[in-house]
C-alpha cells in the first residue's frame, strides 16, 4: 500500500507490520487503548462515557503532545479488522454512547471497511484537523460525529510546532468538507450529540490572538448554531515542550479568561475547559486496556 491518505502525500510503502511513513505505522491498525471515556465534551461523553479508541502513531506530531508514547514513540497493538469490530462492539456493550475514535488518520483505510456494516451508535472521528478532503469523503455516510481540532490559522505557528505550514489551508478545507456532510449539529432529549461538528481549539501559551482569529473564523463562517466550539485550556508542558521555552509554561488565568470571555462575546455556542483541567493526571494510561 502506497499512502496518500493525509495531506504529508507520503508515497510511503505502508506494509503489514512495517512502520512507514510520517505517521510511522504499518498497514493494520494499532491501537494503545479502548475504554469508556468521561473526559471529552458533555455532549460526546454523557453520562456512560464515549467508547474511547486511542490509535497509535500521528500525521502531525506536535511537538507538544501529551500523548505522545502512542503518537510519536509508537506505544500500541496491532489488531485486526475483525478484533476492531470486536472492540468496538465491547464498548457498545459496555454503555458507550458513542465510538470515539481518537487520531485514527492513518487507518482510515481499515476503519472505512470495518464501519461497512453500521453501528448501532454514532461514531465519533476525533482529529487534529490534518485531513485530506478525499479521505473524508471516502467516510461519509460512516462518520456521524466530527471533533476535528483547529490548532492554528498562523501558517508560521503550524510549521513550528507541527512541521505542517500548510496546516491552517487544510484543517479549514477539511472541516468545511466535515459540515457538508453532517449538516448542523443536532442532539437528541439527553443532549447527547447525534450528528455534526464540534471543533475545538487548545489555548497556547502566549497564543491568545490565534486563538481570537480561530474563534471569529469560526463565527464568520458558519451560521450560529450549525457547529458547537470547544475551547480548551488543559494544555500542560509536556513532549518536546522544553525545546520551545515560549511554550515551556502552563497557562496564565489571564490568558484563560480573556478567552474566553471572547468566546461568549462572540456568542459561540459550546464548551469551555477549566484550569483544572491542565495536568499530567488527565493524560489517559496507554496500557492496552480494552486492545
Not at 4 to 33: F, I, S, T
Not at 54 to 67: D, E, I, K, T, Y
Not at 270 to 286: I, K, L, R
Amino acid at each position: 500500500m502506497l499512502c496518500n491518505q493525509c495531506p504529508r502525500n507520503c508515497n510511503a510503502q505502508r506494509l503489514p507490520g512495517v512502520p512507514g511513513g510520517v505517521c510511522a505505522m504499518p498497514r493494520e491498525a494499532v491501537v494503545a487503548r479502548a475504554a469508556l471515556h468521561h473526559w471529552e465534551e458533555p455532549c460526546i461523553s454523557g453520562v456512560n462515557g464515549a467508547g474511547t479508541v486511542f490509535f497509535s502513531g500521528c500525521n502531525l506530531r506536535c511537538v507538544f503532545c501529551q500523548n505522545s508514547v502512542i503518537s510519536q514513540e509508537g506505544f500500541g497493538k496491532p489488531v485486526t479488522t475483525a478484533r476492531l469490530r470486536e472492540i468496538f462492539q465491547g464498548l457498545i456493550a459496555q454503555g458507550a454512547h458513542n465510538i470515539d475514535l481518537v487520531t485514527p488518520t492513518q487507518f482510515a483505510h481499515v476503519i472505512a471497511e470495518v464501519l461497512e456494516e453500521p453501528l448501532e451508535v454514532p461514531v465519533v472521528w476525533n482529529t487534529g484537523g490534518y485531513e485530506s478532503p478525499e479521505t473524508l469523503r471516502g467516510l461519509e455516510g460512516k462518520v456521524q460525529i466530527y471533533l476535528p481540532d483547529l490548532k492554528y490559522l498562523d501558517p508560521g505557528r503550524a510549521k513550528r510546532y507541527c512541521a505542517a505550514e500548510d496546516y491552517p489551508a487544510v484543517a479549514v478545507a477539511a472541516i468545511r468538507e466535515m459540515v457538508r456532510q453532517t449538516g448542523p449539529c443536532r442532539f437528541d432529549a439527553e443532549g447527547l450529540l447525534r450528528r455534526g461538528v464540534v471543533i475545538r481549539h487548545l489555548l497556547l501559551p502566549g497564543g491568545l490572538a490565534e486563538a481570537k482569529a480561530v474563534m471569529d473564523w469560526v463565527g464568520e463562517s458558519f451560521p450560529r448554531g450549525t457547529v458547537y466550539f470547544s475551547l480548551m485550556s488543559q494544555y500542560t508542558p509536556l513532549g518536546r515542550a522544553a525545546e520551545y521555552p515560549e511554550i515551556c509554561r502552563k497557562l496564565r488565568p489571564s490568558e484563560i479568561r480573556a478567552a474566553q470571555e471572547y468566546m461568549a462575546a462572540l456568542e459561540l455556542p459550546g464548551y469551555v475547559q477549566e484550569e483544572s483541567a491542565a495536568g499530567g493526571e488527565y493524560v489517559p494510561d496507554f496500557d492496552l486496556t480494552g486492545v
